[in-house]
């Protein structure tokens, strides 16, 4: 039984009951508290219970429970006019994005004085995420190292493995680090290329004339510093696959080079006189849309239709959020059979603000954040202090549809590179000249952040 002196209980009515609901359930908003009717209508919802479910109030006040939260029990809310307490109770609790967490469930019922059950109340508080079996991991949803559940993710996996056998030029469009350059490698290893090589060039990385020389070679003597004759990577591609890696960032004389291999399956080395016959797939990806490119003057409309003969899309992870559970396990996984530590459980606000993140840098952030809880974190379970800062501000939880930076603080080389990013439009060259970086150092810093 709880005390409480005379002096609270005039405070209390100072305050009002409404309130003091409101105070207390804003203490414990790392759990859920509700009310609902004698009828199952959902009457108050705590904004702890706005960020576990990810539901607004707005979207649930007034509605009957079982619908709202889209719970199997279809009965009197969940048997507790029968039952009157259910204490701890072990819940799978199914956010709109797809994804389930561990909850255990306290309720109380309230009855009428003439014994009809009246309404209850209710709180569910996070149980720690356990990492799911290994085998329920691998088996079903990993297709040549690609994990994922996501329909639009099948789809494309469904293309690829039809496409595979054919001699197809493949067009991967998606954000950086939605796993442009891994579907190319399955695709690569499904063809019956696979045993020749996959090569990968980033067209966005290096400067027109060292593109040029790295794609198609270059002869001795053909500019100042080509000491020997160099193969490019048509040429060693030869048999295999090569990957054009952000392809709308070729210039547009190299696009008249590329066009030119594509149709006649030759070229010509920088500075050569005679052409090389190759017999190169091509798979090229951007995070454009071509179409757009072609629109602006600044791509070959020719070339995107022989690039994207077949078109694949990658969703970026906000998107496909039932996926970041699936893959934050399957990194944790992987650090746990190659480092000291062992990791078997996710805290409860920790899973919920990666659960709530925006993912910018998509599975390649999530696999650095990964790798940063190992590192700064010990003990067998990924805390909130395990995470990145970006984590643990306040607002995280709620930044989901937020810019990722605002103003002009500038905190560190990450948030510089990404504010630029932002202040460019997402236009890579700009970004870097914001910045007074070569195009190469930008990219290079933007990988390894994860942006
Ligand atoms: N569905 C997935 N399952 C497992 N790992 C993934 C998946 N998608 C991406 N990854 C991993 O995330 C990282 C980034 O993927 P990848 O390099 O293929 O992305 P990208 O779209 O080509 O990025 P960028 O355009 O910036 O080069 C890699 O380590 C890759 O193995």
Redesign the pocket.
């Known amino acids: 039984m709880s005390q409480s002196s005379p002096f609270f209980n005039r405070w209390l009515s100072q305050i009002g009951p409404d309130q003091v609901i409101t105070i207390l359930t804003d203490l414990v908003d790392a759990g859920a508290v509700f009310a609902v009717d004698a009828g199952g209508k959902i009457l108050f919802w705590s904004k702890g219970a706005e960020k576990l479910f990810g539901l607004s109030a707005e979207a649930v006040i007034g509605k009957v429970c079982t619908e709202a939260l889209n719970c199997d029990e279809g009965r009197d809310p969940c048997g507790l006019a029968e039952h009157g307490v259910i204490k701890d109770q072990l819940v799978k609790l199914r956010r709109p994005d797809g994804n389930t967490l561990n909850c255990y469930r306290t309720a109380r019922a309230f009855f009428a004085a003439d014994g009809q059950f009246a309404g209850a109340l209710e709180f569910l508080q996070p149980r720690a995420a356990t990492a799911p079996s290994a085998k329920s991991l691998t088996d079903s949803d990993s297709f040549h190292?690609?994990?994922?559940r996501d329909p639009t993710?099948q789809e494309a996996i469904k293309i690829i493995r039809n496409v595979a056998e054919t001699e197809a030029t493949v067009l991967i469009r998606?954000e950086?680090?939605?796993?442009?350059?891994?579907?190319a490698q399955a695709l690569h290893q499904e063809s019956s290329r696979s045993n020749k090589p996959f090569l990968a060039i980033?067209c966005a990385a290096l400067t027109p004339s060292l593109l040029e020389s790295e794609l198609f070679g270059h002869v001795k003597g053909a500019f100042t510093g080509a000491m020997r004759n160099h193969a490019g990577l048509f040429q060693r591609a030869n048999g295999g696959t090569l990957f054009l890696?952000?392809v709308a960032e070729l210039p547009l004389e190299l696009q008249a080079k590329l066009l030119r291999v594509l149709q006649e399956q030759s070229f010509i080395p920088v500075g050569a006189d005679a052409a090389i016959s190759v017999d190169v797939r091509i798979i090229a990806?951007t995070?454009r849309s071509l179409r757009e490119e072609v629109k602006a003057g600044r791509f070959r409309e020719d070339l995107m239709y022989r690039l994207r003969v077949v078109p694949v899309f990658?969703p970026p992870l906000r998107e496909r959020r039932q996926?970041v559970n699936l893959?934050l396990w399957?990194c944790i996984q992987q650090h746990n059979q190659h480092g000291p530590r062992h990791v078997d459980s996710i805290a409860p606000e920790a899973m919920r603000r990666l659960l709530d993140y925006r993912w910018p840098g998509?599975?390649?952030e999530l696999?650095n954040v990964v790798e940063y809880a190992f590192a700064v974190g010990r003990g067998n379970e990924i805390t909130l202090d395990d995470l990145p800062p970006e984590f643990r501000e306040p607002a995280a939880a709620h930044r989901t549809d937020l810019p990722l930076f605002t103003g002009n603080r500038r905190v560190n080389e990450a948030d510089s590179i990404r504010e630029a990013l932002q202040t460019a439009g997402g236009h890579l060259e700009t970004a870097a000249d914001l910045l007074g970086m070569s195009r190469a150092t930008f990219w290079r810093k933007r990988?390894k952040y994860g942006l």
């Open positions: 190292g690609i994990l994922s993710m998606g950086s680090g939605t796993g442009k350059e891994l579907v980033n890696d952000e990806a995070h990658l996926d893959l399957q998509n599975v390649r696999k990988k």
